[in-house]
């Protein structure tokens, strides 16, 4: 479900990063640890469609999602990828629920308000559907971008630091919450973080040096 080969990025043209192949299937969840500095934030955005790499091929549902122009490649995004920021990235003038709606016209998609009601009744967000982003609590903005990154059912799920800020109680209850999720919709997730706690909860691990 999720592949890569030979995976290289540059910032400047002179540094070269390296990354490890990656084969994750579908429906597995996968941890990727890495400490500051090691480069798993940048690897999260080439996943996700976000940065070109410089060499290499990521497959996303037996699609070179690295060979796909731009025009192609938002949709490709929108409609296979979810990603769970580190700090959500909402349109504030909208509210929670015409986010989501946005986020499903972006992918080419019917707008389904049947959809996003259900979900965010799911995750104990129905009284926030006509809410603004800054209404939220930061456990409801969370729940949101949860929310907003599987509304179109991704085949992947990418969560960038989802626990870094947390205390114990709160670190289980949102990881319960990604692979519940992920679940629902049948997706592989695979969770970036340093957060050295995660390391005994999944049994698929990626390191960086």
Known sequence: MLRTTGLQYSYDGRHTLSFPDINCKAGEHWLLLGQSGS??????????????????RIEVA??????????????????????????????????????????????????????????????NLGHKLKAKPSRLSIGEQQRAAIARAIVNQPDIILADEPTSALDGHNCDNVIRLLEGQAR???????VVTHDQRLKERFSNQIVLP
């Open 39 to 56: 480069g798993k934030t940048t690897l999260l955005h080439l996943l996700g469609g976000l940065l070109r790499p410089r060499a290499g």
């Open 184 to 190: 629902a919709v049948g997706a592989t997730l695979l």
């Open 62 to 123: 037996d699609t070179d999602m690295s060979a796909l122009p731009a025009s192609r490649l938002d949709r490709f995004r929108g409609r296979r990828i979810g990603i769970v920021f580190q700090t959500a990235h909402f349109v504030n003038a909208l509210t929670v629920e015409e986010n989501l709606l946005l986020a499903q016209q972006l992918a080419g998609l019917k707008p389904s308000r049947s959809r996003i009601d259900e979900l965010l009744e799911h995750l």
